[in-house]
């Protein structure tokens, strides 16, 4: 049993943050609507007020929060948990989808500081992080992962170690920018085939057993058959385009050309335009169905 902080309760974190409970550790947890932990307080968690609050007595700090500002707010904000009186070594765990950049300045942050930073992004769904059945994609010294492993295996059914911090970002960016060209372009195949006049359960079906599924085609595809874009809501044009817009950023600063990627973005962000920025991310369906000018 540890004692553990858990800051930012959305989809993914209180899903996550209820495993760690289930697994015994001491948890505190901070959000910035604290109605997000009524569940967790009720088995035993205590919510604080402030990240500071919160990490307080921590030996392990993890962070689950929508892009570069927020967790820079729950880190180095005027109440952040680095303003807390932090015991050297403690584990900084940032699970968040960030820039390259924004994890390097925060893992030299936690450096200067005395701190121990393990890079551990996450693949999965909500209802996998509730089950702990996440994939972590971690970046970090050998001995950083060696210690925190027992507090992280409550969390996933994989962790792959890439290297050193920053590596399991690199990777995430990566592979997001991937799912966000797929499913734009099965968007646009979907809409082709409506236009022909196909019909849309054989072609989400056939796809399924084909050779371009993936999980997010054929998940796409079969949202789009069923025009389900605002319930269950999984992943949203907002975070995507946020990700892609991450992804890019790293590839001009490595010097790659990403001209699919760059495509991707500017459908997710036309996307957000039409005002389906927190729809899910099948939403982009609308973006293909769009006549070209005459």
């Known amino acids: 049993m540890m004692n553990v902080t858990f800051l930012g309760l959305g989809r993914m974190g209180l899903g996550m943050a209820h495993r760690l409970l ?3 550790h001491r948890l505190r947890v901070y959000n910035r609507t604290a109605e997000r ?3 967790l307080v009720a088995q035993g968690a205590r919510f604080c007020p402030s990240p500071k609050e919160a990490a307080q007595g921590a030996e392990l700090i993890f962070s689950m929060v929508a892009d570069d500002a927020a967790s820079g707010e729950v880190w180095l904000g005027a109440t952040g948990a680095f303003s807390a009186a932090l015991a050297a070594g403690t584990m900084v765990i940032e699970c968040s989808t960030l820039s390259h950049d924004w994890v390097l300045e925060l893992a030299a942050e936690a ?8 890079d551990s992004p996450v693949t999965g769904l909500p209802d996998m992080a509730a089950a702990g ?3 972590l994609l971690v970046g970090a010294a050998a001995e950083d992962l060696a210690r925190a492993r027992p507090v992280l295996d409550a969390l996933a059914k994989q962790t792959v170690h890439f290297g050193a911090v920053g590596t399991g970002t690199v990777y995430k960016l990566m592979i997001n920018l991937q799912g966000a060209i797929q499913i734009a372009s099965i968007a646009e195949g979907m809409a082709l085939a409506e236009r022909a006049g196909l019909n849309l359960h054989s072609v989400a079906e056939t796809l399924a057993t084909g050779q371009a599924a993936s999980p997010q085609v054929v998940r796409t595809a079969r949202r789009i058959v069923a025009d389900d874009h605002d319930r269950n809501i999984l992943f949203t044009p907002q975070l995507r385009l946020k990700d892609v817009d991450y992804a890019l950023r790293l590839a001009r ?10 495509t991707a973005s500017a459908a997710y962000a036309k996307l957000c335009e039409l005002g389906h920025a927190h729809s899910n991310e099948s939403k982009i369906i609308a973006v293909a169905r769009t006549r070209l000018p005459d």
């Open 37 to 39: 932990a009524t569940s």
């Open 133 to 135: 059945e996440l994939t």
């Open 111 to 118: 450096e200067r500081r005395s701190l121990r930073y393990i």
């Open 253 to 262: 600063k490595l010097g790659i050309g990403v001209p699919f990627g760059a």
């Open 22 to 24: 289930a697994a015994g």
